[in-house]
C-alpha cells in the first residue's frame, strides 16, 4: 500500500493532468475513502447502512455554513463537521442499532430521508439551491487551497490518514469483535458483549469518517445541495463497496475510483444511467459478491469449504 | 359540527383507505421478511408497476375492471420471475446481499418504468364518477368503493390465514421459517408463490390507488418509506400488528396533512416513529425473545 | 449445614403466547456437581436454559445464581457474572479461523474490553486460548475456518467459546448433539475431566442416556414443562414416572 500512495503522491507531477483529471482524481479518492469507511460496516460488521448520505451531506453542508460567512479556516470546518455528524449519528446508531440487523438498514434510509426533506424543502439552507458560491478554505491564514492540486494532496493526506485509521481499527480488539458479530451476534451476546455499544461505536467512526470528507467535498465543487444527501447516493456507495469488495479496505478505496470513472464514462447516457447501476448492482450481488478484490477470498473459501 | 363532517370525516376515510393500502404493502414486506428472510426494498415499485400495468391493461381494454384483475396477476408473473431468477441464489448467504439485491432492483425498475412509460404524471380515471351524500358529506362513491373492496380484501386476507392451510403454515412460517424443512412442503416453490403473491397485493393496491393519487415513476418511494415506518412501529412477525399499524400512519398522514404541507407532514410521521420507538422500543407488537 | 447453591431455579414457568413451555420448575444445583436434565423432544429442556442464560425473560419464578438474582438480565450481563452456555445448534463464527473464535470469546474478560483503548489495543490472549483449544484437541486446527471443521470439532469449539470467558456455572445443551457413539464416549470423558480440573459446575442437557448416567452426580426429567422427577442417577432410572413417560415407552 506504501507503494500505491507513493505513486498516487507523484500523480500531479505526470505530464497530462488536466484540471479536469485532477478533480476525478480527487472524487475518486474522496468517495474511495468514503466507501472504505462504510465498508467498516458493511464488510467487517455486516451492518448496511442505506443512509450514509446523511453523514457526506451533513458534513458539507458544515463546510458551506462556515465558508459562507467567511470562517475560512479548515480546521474550523471539520471541526464543526464532526460535531454535526456525530450529534446526528448518535442519534441514528441508537436507534437503528437496538434492534435486529434489518432495522439498522430501514432505520439508516428513513432517518437519512428525513434529512434530505429538512434540507430540500425547508429554506433553512438554501432549499433546493444549497449553498452555491463558496470561497476555498484556508489551511492557515494566507495559505488557501485554492488550485486542483493544492486539494488533490489534501484529500490524498485526508485519505492516508483514513487508511491508517482503519488498519489500526480493523486489526484490535474492537476490529475482532466486529467481525465476531458480523459472523454471528447472538453468540457475541453470549460471550459477555454489550453488541449495542460496539455497533454504535463502528457506526460513529464510520459516519465521522464520511462526514470529514463530505466537509473536504465544497473545497472542490464551492457548493453544497441537497443533492448530496439524496438515497441515490447513498446507494452509489453501497455500489463502490460491492466493486472493490467487501472485508478489505484497499477493495472499496478501488471500488469508489472505479465507480467514478465509470459514472463519468457512462453519464454520457444520462438517460440509461440508474438502470445500469441498478442492474450492476444485481449482477454482482449474484455473480461477484466478493467484488474485484475479495474475489480471491471467495475462491479460498470455496475450495475448503464442505457440502451443507 | 361543519367542520368536522365537512372536513374532517371525509379526510379520516381518506386515510382509513391509505392505511388500507400501505397495509396491504407493509404485510407484503412482513410475511416476504419473515418467510424469505429478505426485506424487499423493491416492494414500492411492484406497487408502482400495478399502477402502470393497470394503464396497459386499459389502454388494451378501455375496462378498468379488467385491469383490476389482469394488473395484479401481470406483476405477479414479474415477482414470480424476478424471486426464481435474483433472490432464490441469495437464500443460503448472508441477509446482508439480499438487501443490496432488491435495492438494486428498486433502482433498475424505477428507472426502467421511467423509460418505458415517460417521467411525466398519468391519470387512470375513477371507473365510478360522481359522488354521494355520507353521513351529512359528500363523499366520491369511487373512494366509498376504495373503503368496501379493501376491507373485503383484508378480510379475505385474514381469513387466508387463519381458515386456510396454506395460509396457517404461511402464517407460522412468517415466525420461524426454519419449521417449514419439518412438514415435507417444496420450499423454494413456497417462497415464490408467496413472493409472487405479495407483488400481486402490492400491485393491486397501486391500481386501486392509482385514480386517486397520479401515477408516475417513483411513486413507490414514498409508499415504501412509509410502510418501511408501519413495518418498524408494527414490530417485525408481526402480521397483525403490520395491519394496524398501518391504519394509524394512514389515518394520521391524512389528517396531519389538513394542517401542515407535505414535507411537513412527513417529518411528523418521522417523529411519531421516534417517540413510538423511545416508549416502546418494540414496536406495538413487537415479540420479546427473538432478540430484538 | 446446608451446601451453598450455584444456581438455584424457582418456580420457573414460561409461556410463548398460549403455548406453554414451562410450568413451576424448581430445583438447585450445588457447586461443583454435574447436574443433567433430561425429558422427551418439547419437554422445555432448552426453553429452561434459554431462560436461565438470559434469552428469554421467564413468565413466572426467579433464577437466582451465586445468590444474586439473574431473572430477566441480558445475556452479555449474565455471561458476565461467569455463566456461560453452549448452544444445542453450533453456534459458532464460521468465517473466521478457530483461532479468531476462541480469542474473541477470551477477550471479552479482559480490561480493556468496552473501553476505548479497546480501538487500537490487540491482548495477547494467544497463551490461554492455544492452552484452551489443547484441552479439546483443537489446536492442530487453528487456522482452519471454523465451518471447514467436521461436526464434533465444532461441537468441542462451542465448549471452548463458552469455556474461554472463564464461567463458574457451564451450561451445556446438548453437547454430543450429532456425535457418532465413539466421539461421544470421548467428550462425555474429555468435559468430566475438564470440568473437574477447572472446579466447574456444570448442568447438562442430554439425550443419550449412557451418557447421562454415567456423568451425572444428579439429574432432573422435565415432561411436558414440569419437573417430574429429581435425584442421583439411580433413583431416576427406577421411578416408574419417569420410566413411562421417558425411558420405556419411547425409544432411544
Request: net charge neutral; charged share 15%; with cysteine.
Amino acid at each position: 500500500m506504501a507503494v500505491v500512495f507513493a505513486a498516487l503522491a507523484a500523480l500531479p507531477l505526470t505530464p497530462w493532468m488536466s484540471k479536469y483529471y485532477m478533480l476525478l482524481a480527487f472524487d475518486a479518492l474522496l468517495f474511495g475513502a468514503v466507501a472504505m469507511s462504510l465498508d467498516l460496516l458493511m464488510g467487517y460488521t455486516g451492518l448496511v447502512s442505506f443512509g450514509h448520505a446523511a453523514f457526506f451531506g451533513l458534513g458539507a453542508y458544515s463546510t458551506a455554513v462556515l465558508l459562507e460567512r467567511g470562517v475560512l479556516s479548515i480546521w474550523l470546518c471539520l471541526g464543526l463537521a464532526i460535531v454535526v455528524v456525530t450529534a446526528y449519528a448518535l442519534m441514528v446508531s441508537y436507534f437503528a442499532t437496538s434492534r435486529r440487523g434489518i432495522y439498522f438498514a430501514l432505520l439508516t434510509l428513513i432517518f437519512a430521508e428525513v434529512v434530505y426533506t429538512f434540507f430540500r424543502y425547508t429554506q433553512t439552507f438554501g432549499g433546493s439551491d444549497g449553498i452555491q458560491g463558496l470561497p476555498s478554505f484556508q489551511l492557515l491564514p494566507g495559505l488557501a487551497v485554492d488550485t486542483p492540486v493544492r486539494i488533490y494532496y489534501l484529500v490524498l493526506a485526508y485519505l492516508l490518514l483514513a487508511y491508517v485509521a482503519c488498519r489500526v481499527l480493523v486489526g484490535s480488539h474492537f476490529g475482532q469483535v466486529l467481525v465476531a458479530i458480523r459472523e454471528n451476534e447472538d453468540r457475541v451476546r453470549f460471550l459477555g458483549y454489550n453488541v449495542q455499544r460496539y455497533k454504535m461505536g463502528v457506526c460513529l467512526i464510520s459516519a465521522v469518517l464520511t462526514g470529514l470528507a463530505g466537509a473536504l467535498y465544497p473545497g472542490r465543487a464551492a457548493y453544497a445541495t441537497p443533492d448530496l444527501l439524496h438515497w441515490s447516493i447513498s446507494g452509489e456507495f453501497i455500489i463502490m463497496v460491492m466493486i472493490g469488495g467487501l472485508g478489505t479496505l484497499a477493495g472499496p478505496i478501488l471500488g469508489g475510483a472505479f465507480f467514478i470513472l465509470l459514472q463519468e464514462k457512462v453519464s454520457s447516457y444520462v438517460q440509461w444511467y440508474s438502470i445500469v447501476v441498478g442492474l450492476v448492482l444485481v449482477l454482482i450481488v449474484l455473480f461477484i459478491p466478493r467484488g474485484l478484490l475479495g474475489f480471491r477470498h471467495a475462491f479460498r473459501r470455496r475450495a475448503g469449504q464442505q457440502a451443507h | 359540527m361543519e367542520y368536522v363532517v365537512g372536513v374532517l370525516l371525509p379526510q379520516l376515510l381518506h386515510g382509513v383507505v391509505f392505511g388500507a393500502a400501505l397495509g396491504l404493502l407493509a404485510l407484503g414486506l412482513t410475511v416476504i421478511f419473515g418467510l424469505l428472510g429478505v426485506m424487499n426494498f423493491a416492494h414500492g415499485e411492484l406497487f408502482m408497476f400495478g399502477a402502470y400495468a393497470g394503464i396497459a391493461v386499459i389502454g388494451v381494454t378501455q375496462s378498468f375492471w379488467v385491469a383490476l384483475i389482469a394488473a395484479p396477476l401481470l406483476v405477479a408473473a414479474i415477482g414470480a420471475l424476478t424471486e426464481v431468477a435474483t433472490l432464490r441464489p441469495l437464500y443460503r448467504r448472508e441477509p446482508l446481499y439480499g438487501l443490496i439485491m432488491t435495492f438494486g432492483l428498486a433502482l433498475a425498475f424505477r428507472e426502467g418504468a421511467r423509460q418505458l412509460f415517460g417521467g411525466d404524471m398519468r391519470r387512470i380515471l375513477p371507473p365510478i364518477e360522481g359522488s354521494i351524500p355520507l353521513l351529512g358529506m359528500t363523499y366520491p362513491r369511487y373512494r366509498l368503493f376504495l373503503l368496501a373492496f379493501s376491507s373485503l380484501l383484508l378480510l379475505a386476507i385474514w381469513l387466508f390465514f387463519t381458515r386456510t392451510r396454506a395460509g396457517i403454515i404461511v402464517r407460522a412460517a412468517v415466525q420461524d421459517a426454519e419449521m417449514l424443512d419439518g412438514l415435507g412442503v417444496n420450499v423454494p416453490r413456497v417462497f415464490t408463490l408467496t413472493f409472487a403473491g405479495s407483488a400481486a397485493l402490492a400491485a393491486l393496491a397501486g391500481l386501486l390507488l392509482a385514480p386517486v393519487f397520479t401515477v408516475y415513476p417513483q411513486m413507490g418511494v414514498e409508499m415504501i418509506l412509509l410502510a418501511f415506518i408501519v413495518v418498524i412501529l408494527g414490530g417485525m412477525g408481526s402480521m397483525g400488528g403490520s395491519v394496524i399499524a398501518a391504519f394509524v400512519i394512514g389515518i394520521a398522514q391524512s389528517l396531519l396533512t389538513l394542517w401542515m404541507n407535505p414535507q411537513r407532514v412527513a417529518i411528523a410521521i418521522f417523529g411519531i416513529m421516534i417517540i413510538v420507538l423511545i416508549v416502546r422500543p418494540r414496536g406495538f407488537f413487537g415479540r420479546e425473545g427473538v432478540l430484538e | 449445614m446446608p451446601q451453598p447453591t450455584m444456581l438455584a431455579v424457582q418456580e420457573i414457568s414460561k409461556s410463548f403466547g398460549a403455548l406453554g413451555a414451562l410450568a413451576g420448575v424448581s430445583f438447585s444445583v450445588r457447586p461443583r456437581e454435574v447436574f443433567s436434565v433430561i425429558g422427551p423432544n418439547g419437554a422445555g429442556k432448552s426453553t429452561l436454559f434459554n431462560v436461565i442464560a438470559g434469552l428469554h425473560t421467564p413468565t413466572a419464578g426467579r433464577v437466582m445464581f451465586q445468590g444474586e438474582e439473574i431473572t430477566g438480565l441480558p445475556p452479555a450481563v449474565i455471561n458476565r457474572r461467569r455463566l456461560a452456555k453452549t448452544f444445542q445448534i453450533t453456534n459458532i463464527f464460521p468465517g473466521i479461523s478457530v483461532l479468531d473464535n476462541v480469542r474473541v470469546a477470551a477477550q471479552s474478560r479482559l480490561a480493556v474490553s468496552g473501553h476505548l483503548a479497546s480501538l487500537w489495543r490487540r491482548p495477547a490472549v494467544d497463551d490461554r486460548v492455544m492452552e484452551l483449544l489443547g484441552a479439546f484437541g483443537l489446536e492442530h486446527r487453528r487456522d482452519e475456518l471454523a465451518q471447514n471443521l467436521s461436526h464434533g470439532e465444532q461441537r468441542y469449539l462451542e465448549i471452548c467459546l463458552a469455556l474461554a470467558t472463564d464461567p463458574t456455572l457451564l451450561l451445556l445443551d446438548e453437547p454430543t448433539a450429532g456425535m457418532t457413539p465413539g466421539e461421544t464416549k470421548e467428550a462425555t470423558a474429555l468435559i468430566r475431566r475438564i470440568a473437574l480440573a477447572r472446579s466447574l459446575t456444570v448442568l447438562l442437557i442430554e439425550h443419550d442416556m449412557g451418557v447421562v448416567m454415567g456423568i451425572s452426580d444428579r439429574i432432573a426429567v422435565l415432561h411436558f414443562g414440569q419437573k417430574i422427577a429429581e435425584g442421583p442417577p439411580d433413583v431416576i432410572r427406577n421411578d416408574p414416572q419417569v420410566i413411562d413417560a421417558y425411558l420405556g415407552g419411547a425409544d432411544d
